[in-house]
């Protein structure tokens, strides 16, 4: 059970769009449409910002969409604001009800 | 409110046991999977285990079997993480989380965390 492969670092201008892949294999996420994602800022702890690959929880913005192809799946934060400068894992089912994070992206806002 | 509070930093040697704690409030105890996640110092998240308070099934990741235990107190709705014999490499901040099965079993209720520092 390896880590999902996140790219370390992505930055975008404010207003820009940006999108954080997540790869995995058929054993997790190609297999399974439970990838959620999460948000963590310096010193806090995780909040879920999409679940079920594309769906969001009540109260987070629309300028993140999550989307999955085969064995990646994508984050995309349009729209890029100061306040989405933060660390973003992604999460999946790996079977028998146990799951593994990726290996998280640092968003940096330019 | 849906929360998880968990117990306060720890500071111990090499060698010593611990137990932490996870304590539930505002929906049914027995009734959402509770798991563990481990974040060492400016390191990312991992996934260490999962237990269903109901009836203390238990599921662990390959790489935290065997070095941790995972369990639960129905009658204080508590959930712990426990070691028999730190290492220096247990240092790091672990997180309580519920799974919601309404949301895809994505972790929507996280703990504040506690931070446990090994060190001789």
């Given at each position: 059970q390896s880590a999902l492969t996140q790219p370390a670092s992505v930055s975008g201008s404010p207003g820009q769009s940006i999108t954080i892949s997540c790869t995995g294999t058929s054993s997790d996420v190609g297999g399974y449409n439970l990838v959620s994602w999460y948000q963590q800022h310096p010193g806090k702890a995780p909040k879920v910002i999409i679940y079920e690959v594309n769906k969001r929880p009540s109260g987070v913005s629309n300028r993140f969409s999550g989307s999955k192809s085969g064995n990646t799946a994508s984050l995309t934060i349009s729209g890029l604001q100061a306040e989405d400068e933060a660390d973003y894992f992604c999460c999946s089912s790996a079977g028998g009800n146990?799951?593994?994070?990726?290996s998280g992206t640092r968003v940096t806002v330019l | 409110e849906?929360?998880?509070?968990?117990?306060g930093a720890q500071v111990k040697k090499p060698g010593?046991?611990?137990?932490?704690?996870?304590k539930p409030s505002g929906y049914s105890f027995t009734s959402s999977w509770i798991e563990w996640v481990r974040q060492m110092p400016?390191?990312?998240?991992?996934?260490?285990?999962?237990?269903?308070?109901?009836?203390?099934?238990?599921?662990?990741?390959?790489s935290f079997?065997?070095?941790v235990t995972i369990s639960v107190d129905r009658s204080d709705s508590?959930?712990?993480?426990?070691?028999?014999?730190?290492?220096?490499?247990?240092?790091?901040?672990?997180?309580?989380?519920?799974?919601?099965?309404?949301?895809?079993?994505?972790?929507?209720?996280?703990?504040q965390g506690t931070t446990?520092?090994?060190s001789s």
């Amino acid at each position: 059970q390896s880590a999902l492969t996140q790219p370390a670092s992505v930055s975008g201008s404010p207003g820009q769009s940006i999108t954080i892949s997540c790869t995995g294999t058929s054993s997790d996420v190609g297999g399974y449409n439970l990838v959620s994602w999460y948000q963590q800022h310096p010193g806090k702890a995780p909040k879920v910002i999409i679940y079920e690959v594309n769906k969001r929880p009540s109260g987070v913005s629309n300028r993140f969409s999550g989307s999955k192809s085969g064995n990646t799946a994508s984050l995309t934060i349009s729209g890029l604001q100061a306040e989405d400068e933060a660390d973003y894992f992604c999460c999946s089912s790996a079977g028998g009800n146990t799951y593994v994070f990726g290996s998280g992206t640092r968003v940096t806002v330019l | 409110e849906v929360q998880l509070v968990q117990s306060g930093a720890q500071v111990k040697k090499p060698g010593d046991s611990l137990k932490i704690s996870c304590k539930p409030s505002g929906y049914s105890f027995t009734s959402s999977w509770i798991e563990w996640v481990r974040q060492m110092p400016g390191k990312g998240l991992e996934w260490m285990g999962i237990i269903f308070p109901g009836d203390s099934d238990t599921r662990y990741s390959p790489s935290f079997q065997g070095q941790v235990t995972i369990s639960v107190d129905r009658s204080d709705s508590t959930v712990y993480l426990q070691w028999s014999s730190l290492k220096a490499s247990d240092t790091a901040m672990y997180y309580c989380a519920r799974r919601n099965s309404k949301m895809g079993s994505a972790m929507d209720v996280w703990g504040q965390g506690t931070t446990v520092t090994v060190s001789s």
